[in-house]
Structure formats: structure tokens, C-alpha cells
């Protein structure tokens, strides 16, 4: 059974931090490109960050460049997002997501985390 389970969300004050984890099971987890996503009301869901199986390659959404920082532990099967200097327009919620390298259809979704930046 394929599970995602983000956690690390939170409320938090502009300029803070925050560390989203993500758990992964059920399948081979160093074959998937692993991505975090997130959607703020009213907004459509966007890819905020991406990291390849290896880790050898990340991308970035342009506001979190500088900011967020992907990163995976493929014996711990998880993968983080490193969260500085967060504003007010990061708040959303942010879901773990799972794209199999060859396979396109074999993609899956964690739940979400809500993250709130606000004083």
C-alpha cells in the first residue's frame, strides 16, 4: 500500500522556518522523481520544488529560489523541504508527490501540511 505522509507544517512568523518531511512506503522509493507542491486558497496547485532519484538535480518554483531548499534520504526513504525566510504568500497547503522516472502514470500524493506564515 502506497503511503505519503507529510509533516512539519505549521503556523509560523514571517522571516521564520519551518522543515516539511515527507515518509514514503509501499513502493521503490530511489526510482521516483519526489516533488513538493502546494495550493493556497482560492489558487491552483503549483510544483514548488523537485528533486531527481539521485538527488543530483533540483528545481525550483522562482519565488522559493534562495529560500526553500529539496533534499532526499533514500535509505530513510523521505524527502524534506527546507524552509527559510518564509512570507506571508507561502502560506498554503503543501503536498509530498511521487512521479515514477519512466512510468508517468504511476504517480502519487501525500495529503498536504498546511503552512501559515503570518505575525
Known amino acids: 500500500q502506497v503511503q505519503l505522509v507529510e509533516s512539519g507544517g505549521g503556523l509560523v512568523q514571517p522571516g521564520g522556518s519551518l522543515r516539511l518531511s515527507c515518509a514514503a512506503s509501499g513502493f521503490t522509493f530511489s526510482n521516483y522523481v519526489m516533488s513538493w507542491y502546494r495550493q493556497a486558497p482560492g489558487k491552483e496547485r503549483e510544483l514548488v520544488a523537485a528533486?531527481?532519484?539521485?538527488?543530483?538535480?533540483?528545481n525550483y518554483l522562482d519565488s522559493a529560489k534562495g529560500r526553500f531548499t529539496i533534499s532526499r534520504d533514500n535509505a530513510k526513504n523521505t524527502v524534506y523541504l527546507q524552509m527559510n525566510s518564509l512570507k506571508p504568500e507561502d502560506t498554503a497547503v503543501y503536498y509530498c508527490?511521487?512521479?515514477?522516472?519512466?512510468?508517468?502514470?504511476?504517480?502519487?500524493w501525500g495529503q498536504g501540511t498546511e503552512v501559515t506564515v503570518s505575525s
Open positions: 528533486i531527481t532519484p539521485a538527488g543530483g538535480t533540483t
Open positions: 508527490n511521487a512521479k515514477h522516472i519512466y512510468n508517468l502514470l504511476a504517480t502519487y
